[in-house]
């Protein structure tokens, strides 16, 4: 079992930056691929980045190619999303997860955060 725990989400304008965290605990959280995903109001959640156990391989989404970064402190059992040049379309809810795989798919993940709120104002 893995229990994770984001934070880090809140109200920026447009153009502002955010870095959510992901802090994990239960079982070896180097043993697990972490991926971000988001939910808007009335949207199918949506896969945003993954990070490999390692660190080394990374995948986005193409809407957040080159804006956001994924990241992770295995030491510290936490896994990052810097976002830059936030628009308003980036406002969702984002939840941290964990899988076996560097997967896009939601399916092919284990266990999940509560999600923290990120809204971006125009």
């Known amino acids: 079992q893995v229990q994770l725990v984001e934070s880090g989400g809140g109200l920026v304008q447009a153009g502002d930056s955010l870095r959510l965290s992901c802090a994990a605990s239960?079982?070896?959280?180097?043993?697990?691929?972490m991926g971000w995903f988001r939910q808007a109001p009335g949207k199918e959640r949506e896969f945003v980045a993954v990070i490999n156990l390692s660190g080394t391989v990374t995948r986005y989404a193409d809407p957040v190619k080159g804006r956001f970064t994924i990241s992770r402190d295995n030491t510290e059992a936490t896994v990052f999303l810097q976002m830059d040049s936030l628009q308003p379309e980036d406002t969702a809810v984002y939840f941290c997860?964990?899988?076996?795989?560097?997967?896009?798919?939601?399916?092919?993940?284990?266990?999940w955060g509560q999600g923290t709120q990120v809204t971006v104002s125009s």
């Open positions: 997860a964990a899988s076996t795989s560097t997967s896009a798919s939601k399916t092919n993940y284990n266990y």
């Open positions: 239960g079982r070896t959280f180097s043993s697990y691929a």
